[in-house]
């Protein structure tokens, strides 16, 4: 009897403390949606009343003054594209890796090179990085392409071999045996079994891209048409400081993509963050 | 490639498999050796010389800016901030995720929503919140001082050299803990509910059971989160940048920042690679523990 009232009162604390939080989390959010439909003059007079219209005059200033439109085509370009390739090429080199480091060295050599990329924080190629991509004309949007997939190696080839040594051979024995080349079996056999883990990959990939700042700082901010969302966001809040329902209204427009995107994939979001967090 | 057909023989066939396998390496490894490895020893071969990134001759000074950072008490002024920064997320995030995780995982009604809507600022970018904290720390909560009489509050606190770095810390904390968060969620599922049980049946009360039955299957996880958020307080860049540029006085200058300053705005481009070189090894032995914490915790799984 006494244990379930005190059950019961547990409960309650949690509930409690769970409704503040999800205010403490959603009340920013929802400041940011709704000084995005008001007016300046709306919000000059209070900046926690609701817009009394749906004023879009904002969204059409973000898309008048800045180059939003241009940003977020940049960013999903470079997202796609960094993503893709990524998720081609680290898999094949963590396959080959994982099934041939006990007999190579070859194999073994480039595993713990490439595990040398998670104890390099970026500041250390960020200032070299910049000289040396300006030298080869790539401070541009293909030059961030490549370092995303350059950076996305060491954790990525990390976390595809420990996969790959969980699964066993004996499918991909069996489909060379019947006759398939390695590249055939890789991509009838290996792929499927591999999934899971390349759902990961590509979960963690995509969020940091997409959300990227220190990069396309260093890389594109000379150029505005090269700035991707982050960079946008940055360099216009900056610019229209006094006007700052703009500003929301740009932090909602580059919010909304991501959302959609978790509000149909949290599952695998959410699996892939944990299991890229525990093993990096 | 050449096709090499299964019943050729199994010589042939390992042939095939050993060029397909190392032609499978090699696009990672040309980007890997040719943007990072290239890029990272040509920033140690400039670490050695005084050029300013710009001139077009330079010379070799030996470790002159090593010592050169290791006695600036700008610099230390910065390690010290990240220290302190660090040690202050890694205690609050911790706190904050187990407690919202234990919150989450003893309640069943709406629990699915509740845990959508908490991790949700995990795949905001850090970019976005920062400038809406910016601005509401401007707008927002000056006037909700006002109206409360509250003068305190009516400036934004990122304006006071003193509480700027609680701002950002309350930024970091509001994102930071989602992620933390569900790792131990997992972990508190992973714990066998008949243990729970029999530990219940043998009179154990909550506190104990905590103590002896949650905390050890928490532990790695524990474990991970402390030593990732150590990483991530050391290297922390985007929100300062966003929010307090170094500011008010350098109040806030933590050791990305400065490099990032010294490298693009003041010149100093050699030593600021040799200042990034020192927070390489600070890093690389957090990082070190990070990989042998984990090795754990997959065994403990």
Redesign the interface.
């Known amino acids: 009897m006494n244990k379930s009232k ?1 059950n019961i009162a ?2 309650a604390v ?2 409690i ?2 409704f503040v ?2 205010l ?3 009340y ?2 929802f ?2 949606v709704i ?1 995005a439909f008001k007016t300046p003059t709306q ?1 000059a007079e ?3 009343s609701l817009p009394t219209g749906f004023y879009l005059g904002n969204f059409k200033g973000v898309f008048e003054r800045g180059n939003a439109a241009s940003s977020f085509a940049n960013s999903i370009k470079v997202t796609v594209t960094s993503v893709l390739l990524i998720i081609i ?2 898999p ?2 963590g ?3 994982a ?2 480091m006990e007999q190579s060295k ?2 073994s050599i ?1 595993y713990y ?3 040398i ?16 991509l300006g030298r080869m004309n790539l401070c541009s949007i293909t030059g961030l392409i ?2 995303h ?3 996305a ?1 060491s954790q990525g ?1 990390y976390l595809m071999v420990n996969y790959v040594k969980s699964v066993p051979r004996d499918l991909e024995e069996a489909a ?8 055939t079996g ?1 991509l009838k056999v290996v792929l499927p079994l591999i999934k899971p883990m390349l759902a990961t990959i590509l979960v963690l990939n995509v ?1 940091w891209i ?5 990069m396309p ?2 890389l594109l901010n000379q150029s505005p048409e090269m700035f991707t ?2 960079l946008f ?2 360099n216009f ?1 900056g610019q229209y400081s006094n006007d ?1 329902n703009l ?2 209204a740009s ?1 909602l427009l ?2 909304v993509p ?2 959609v ?2 509000a149909c994939a ?1 599952k695998h ?2 699996s892939g ?2 299991q890229g ?4 | ?1 050449k ?5 050729s023989g199994s010589h042939g ?1 390992n042939k ?2 050993k060029r ?3 032609l ?2 090699l ?3 040309v ?2 050796i040719v ?6 020893f ?2 140690l071969f ?1 670490s050695f010389t005084d050029w300013n ?1 710009i001139s077009k001759s330079y010379n070799m000074v030996g470790i002159k800016n090593y010592l050169a950072v290791l006695s600036d008490s700008r610099f230390r002024k910065a390690l010290l901030f990240n220290i302190k920064y660090t040690v202050a997320i890694v205690i609050g995030v911790t706190l904050v995720a187990l ?2 995780a234990l ?2 995982n ?2 069943k009604r709406f629990s699915t929503f ?1 845990r ?13 919140v920062g ?6 720390f401007l ?2 909560i000056p ?2 001082g006002a109206s409360i009489g509250n003068k305190s509050l009516s400036s934004s606190i990122l304006a006071n050299p003193k509480l700027a770095v609680v701002g950002i810390l309350i930024v970091n904390l ?1 994102q930071g803990r989602a ?2 968060m ?2 131990f969620l ?1 972990g508190l599922q992973s714990i066998p509910k008949d243990l729970q049980e029999a530990a219940t049946m043998d009179g154990a009360g ?1 506190w104990a059971r905590f103590c002896h039955i949650t905390m050890p299957y928490l532990l790695p ?1 524990i474990n ?1 989160v402390v030593i ?1 958020q150590t ?1 991530a307080g ?2 922390i ?2 929100y300062i ?2 929010m307090t540029n170094g500011g008010p006085a350098q109040a806030t200058e933590a ?2 920042l400065l ?2 300053r010294h ?2 705005a003041e010149g100093k ?1 050699s030593r ?2 040799a200042e ?2 020192v ?2 090894v600070i ?2 032995i957090v ?2 523990l ?2 042998k914490a ?1 090795g754990k ?2 065994v403990g799984e």
């Open positions: 005190s547990i409960k949690c509930y403390f769970l939080g999800l403490v989390i959603l920013p959010l400041l940011t000084t919000s209070n900046f926690f090429i680290i094949m080199c396959y080959a890796i099934r041939n070859y194999y480039i090179t490439l595990l990329g998670i104890f390099v924080p970026f500041q250390v190629i960020m200032v070299p990085l910049v000289m040396y490549i370092m997939v350059t950076l190696s080839v060379y045996i019947d006759g398939c080349t390695t590249f890789y969020l997409w959300n990227d700042f220190q700082l260093l969302l982050p966001q940055y809040t700052y500003a929301f932090f580059s919010m991501v959302l995107v978790y949290q979001i959410i963050l944990t967090a525990v093993k990096s | 490639m096709r090499t057909k299964g019943f066939g095939e498999r397909t396998m190392f499978f390496t696009p990672m490894m980007l890997y943007f990072f490895l290239v890029t990272m040509i920033g400039y990134g407690i919202c919150a989450l003893s309640v509740f959508s809507v908490y991790f949700v600022p995990a795949v905001l970018s850090m970019i976005t400038l809406i904290w910016n601005e509401l707008r927002a006037q909700f509001w992620q933390p569900v790792l997992a909550r996880t991970i990732t990483k050391l290297t860049f985007d940048k966003v050791v990305g490099i990032y490298a693009v481009f600021s690679i990034s070189m927070l390489f890093v690389a990082a070190a990070s990989l984990s915790s997959q």
